[in-house]
């Protein structure tokens, strides 16, 4: 009996030992990135065509919306109004990565300016006839304020969106969410000069609704939309897209570490179908009832080329702030 005791605990040890080292071993959390990596703010070429074109068409700078507005919302939107045609996904391709023109009619491209003449490019979503969703890292830099925010709806090819029933808008104004810190809320508002006129071409995403706040959509197939670089390293002109599956935000933080914020969703990237350079701000979608309905804004990878996963913002967590700013007209 004793020798039987003595084998036990010194199993009982061994398995200890063994899980200490395990642990010890363990590899320290990955660093969330911008899918752009350090590309992501970058220099504008004074004698670049895109730049002549967007300061000559340029309107007053879009003003930032404060943290905490002291107005009330002077218009009504109901959720019912967009509802009743948002998310209408138009003919596509069946295993392709390309879409059909307009496949997407709520997706946007951003091209954001600072006073510095750095700029940003990224993708969006139209989510009323007057606002654009992104993510936050889209717009924000520290201390240096922007000078234009130009968003071309309606684009298959976004260098000459007008082939397609596409064209350029400009911002008024913009929101950040107050709570952002990299990766955490990552997500923003764009308000636009000019109502869009919704059309087959030009429509806005469904909105989850709150329920749906802690869904992680595990296993279940999730679309992400942009003109992110593809695995040769180029960038596309024509919009392209992807279809990849949520994962559980346990499996998440094992990877980005147990302090990442509960408004992250995450897609796998083990297969590396994943967002790369120029898909910040786009749409992560699963279908319901034949709508698109947007669950993430795209805000973060490990890289282009590792099979960590992606990480969205949580759209479901941010529906009331979203609603509360719909109801403003500047």
């Known amino acids: 009996m004793a020798g039987r005791c003595l084998l036990m605990v010194t199993a009982a040890m061994l398995a200890l030992s063994l899980a200490v080292a395990e642990e010890n071993t363990t590899s320290p ?30 309107p007053v700078p879009p003003r930032r919306i404060p943290a905490f507005p002291q107005l009330l919302p002077r218009e009504k939107i109901t959720t019912r109004n967009i509802r009743n045609i948002c998310g ?25 300016l600072w006073t510095d003449r ?89 909105l989850p609704p709150s329920s749906w706040v802690k869904d992680d959509f595990v296993n279940e197939v999730i679309t992400v939309s942009g003109w992110g670089r593809t695995e040769e390293g180029t960038a596309p002109r024509n919009l392209r897209d992807i279809e990849t599956k949520g994962v559980s935000l346990s499996t998440c933080r094992s990877v980005y570490g147990q302090g990442l914020s509960d408004t992250v969703l995450c897609t796998d990237g083990t297969k590396l179908r994943k967002v790369c350079y120029g898909d910040s701000g786009g749409p992560a979608m ?22 960590r996963p ?15 700013f719909l109801g403003y007209s500047f």
């Open 29 to 58: 959390p990955v660093e969330p990135v911008f899918p752009e990596g350090n590309n992501f703010y970058f220099d504008i070429d004074l004698s670049d065509p895109l730049y002549d074109e967007i300061t000559a068409e340029a």
């Open 286 to 307: 699963i279908e319901r009832n034949r709508r698109m309905y947007q669950v993430g804004v795209v805000s973060f990878t490990g890289s282009c080329s590792s099979t």
């Open 118 to 206: 750095r700029a940003a490019s990224c993708g969006g979503s139209i989510i009323s006839s007057q606002w654009v969703m992104t993510a936050a890292h889209c717009l924000s830099r520290s201390n240096i304020p922007v000078t234009i925010i130009r968003v071309t709806v309606g684009a298959h090819d976004r260098l000459i969106p007008g082939t397609t029933g596409g064209y350029n808008v400009y911002a008024s104004a913009y929101a950040i969410h107050w709570n952002y810190g990299f990766p955490a809320y990552d997500i923003a508002l764009i308000h636009l000069q000019q109502p869009l006129t919704l059309s087959r071409t030009v429509m806005p995403v469904c």
């Open 88 to 112: 209408r996904r138009n003919s596509r391709i069946y295993n392709g990565e390309e879409t059909e023109p307009n496949e997407y009619p709520w997706q946007v491209w951003l091209v954001t």
């Open 310 to 324: 992606d990480g969205h913002c949580r759209v479901a967590r941010m529906v009331g702030w979203i609603w509360f």
